[in-house]
């Protein structure tokens, strides 16, 4: 199992697992399509592989192809969400012994979305732990997990991927590479955003492509103080999911313009144009377009007219 632009936690955790210092309970923390779930079936290779996650033996590929047996996957075994009774009734299984060696590990997806119930299950059997169990949790945002929780838990940060790395992993998977550096490009090295798109595509929803593309014509414009170019590619996308699609690309760039005059980072995609916007637009600016595109798409306007909703949108934010 390859982990692009991860060597640096890799290295981490694989020394730490190495001095026996790896914690009964990890969280990988990091944005979406960082690739957390990816490092929890390593973290989960480092603890159940005698090799040190050598990704050869039977044991790594089982757990690369989420086929081990002591490995589970706890968000898919309640049915795709933290519901307490399922949640409870896999808590229960916790005590039967591994199958194949000294450890069952417990995979967490997005423990901050998590309600109370479940995180007050979790704490008691993460609190005094059998010896056989160990714990990985994958998170977005640290603050909606409770102190009780951190507080048992080793955290490790899961760095951004570089749009090199990103282009390097869609070549390796097949996709052509003009075609990859653009993708590389447009979601700023975001894998899991790359993917995604990519299985969208794979569909034969071809539309998303064309309003992708749009989109990032359309925050460029905007960057520009183009009203004029922006408006008349507002007007030309007449379907109700183009809007949907680029009114959450906007969004998104907008957001990103306030992190980057507040100093903090991007972290979504078309950094390029988000940095532009930051640059040519006050705060009280920013906070409109992102407040216009968000009435727009809350209320659907964009059902109305394509003109209209393109002279509509542009006046609100030009």
Same mark, same amino acid.
């Not at 640096?8 to 009964?24: E, F, P, V, W």
């Not at 990816?38 to 590929?61: D, P, S, T």
């Given at each position: 199992?390859?982990?692009?632009?991860?060597?640096?936690?890799?290295?981490?955790?694989?020394?730490?697992?190495?001095? /026996?210092?790896?914690?009964?309970?990890?969280?990988?923390?990091?944005?979406?399509?960082?690739?957390?779930?990816?490092?929890?079936?390593?973290?989960?290779?480092?603890?159940?592989?005698?090799?040190?996650?050598?990704?050869?033996?039977?044991?790594?590929? /089982?757990?690369?192809?989420?086929?081990?047996?002591?490995?589970?996957?706890?968000?898919?075994?309640?049915?795709?969400?933290?519901?307490?009774?399922?949640?409870?009734?896999?808590?229960?299984?916790?005590?039967?012994?591994?199958? /194949?060696?000294?450890?069952?590990?417990?995979?967490?997806?997005?423990?901050?979305?998590?309600?109370?119930?479940?995180?007050?299950?979790?704490?008691?059997?993460?609190?005094?732990?059998?010896?056989?169990?160990?714990?990985?949790?994958?998170?977005?945002?640290?603050?909606?997990?409770?102190?009780?929780?951190? $507080?048992?838990?080793?955290?490790?940060?899961?760095?951004?991927?570089?749009?090199?790395?990103?282009?390097?992993?869609?070549?390796?998977?097949?996709?052509?590479?003009?075609?990859?550096?653009?993708?590389?490009?447009?979601?700023?090295?975001?894998?899991?955003?790359?993917? /995604?798109?990519?299985?969208?595509?794979?569909?034969?929803?071809?539309?998303?492509?064309?309003?992708?593309?749009?989109?990032?014509?359309?925050?460029?414009?905007?960057?520009?103080?183009?009203?004029? $170019?922006? $408006?008349?590619?507002?007007?030309?996308?007449?379907?109700?999911?183009?809007?949907?699609?680029?009114?959450?690309?906007?969004?998104?760039?907008?957001?990103?313009?306030?992190?980057?005059?507040?100093?903090?980072?991007?972290?979504?995609?078309?950094?390029?144009?988000?940095?532009?916007?930051?640059?040519?637009?006050?705060?009280?600016?920013?906070?409109?377009?992102?407040?216009?595109?968000?009435?727009?798409?809350?209320?659907?306007?964009?059902?109305?007219?394509?003109?209209?909703?393109?002279?509509?949108?542009?006046?609100?934010?030009?």
């Amino acid at each position: 199992m390859r982990l692009y632009g991860k060597d640096k936690i890799c290295g981490i955790l694989s020394k730490t697992a190495r001095q /026996n210092r790896l914690s009964h309970a990890v969280l990988l923390t990091g944005k979406s399509g960082v690739g957390k779930k990816y490092l929890a079936r390593y973290v989960a290779q480092l603890i159940l592989c005698k090799h040190n996650a050598c990704g050869e033996c039977a044991c790594c590929k /089982n757990i690369e192809n989420d086929t081990h047996p002591d490995v589970v996957f706890a968000r898919k075994k309640c049915g795709g969400k933290y519901s307490a009774e399922p949640f409870r009734e896999l808590m229960k299984d916790a005590v039967i012994l591994p199958n /194949n060696g000294k450890f069952k590990v417990y995979i967490f997806e997005e423990c901050d979305t998590m309600t109370p119930v479940i995180y007050n299950a979790l704490l008691k059997i993460i609190e005094e732990p059998a010896e056989h169990l160990r714990f990985v949790f994958t998170c977005t945002n640290t603050a909606l997990v409770p102190e009780t929780i951190m $507080s048992r838990v080793t955290v490790y940060e899961v760095a951004d991927t570089t749009v090199e790395d990103c282009e390097r992993y869609l070549i390796d998977s097949g996709v052509e590479e003009q075609k990859a550096k653009e993708l590389s490009a447009v979601f700023s090295g975001n894998i899991g955003e790359c993917v /995604n798109f990519l299985n969208y595509l794979s569909g034969n929803e071809k539309n998303k492509k064309t309003a992708v593309e749009t989109a990032r014509k359309i925050a460029s414009a905007i960057a520009s103080r183009d009203a004029y $170019s922006a $408006s008349a590619l507002i007007s030309t996308s007449a379907e109700k999911s183009d809007f949907y699609i680029i009114l959450d690309y906007l969004t998104n760039v907008f957001r990103d313009a306030i992190a980057i005059k507040h100093g903090q980072t991007a972290e979504y995609y078309d950094k390029e144009s988000a940095q532009k916007i930051a640059g040519n637009f006050t705060d009280k600016e920013i906070t409109r377009m992102t407040d216009t595109a968000f009435e727009i798409s809350s209320n659907e306007i964009y059902n109305i007219n394509p003109a209209l909703t393109a002279s509509y949108f542009i006046s609100g934010i030009l």
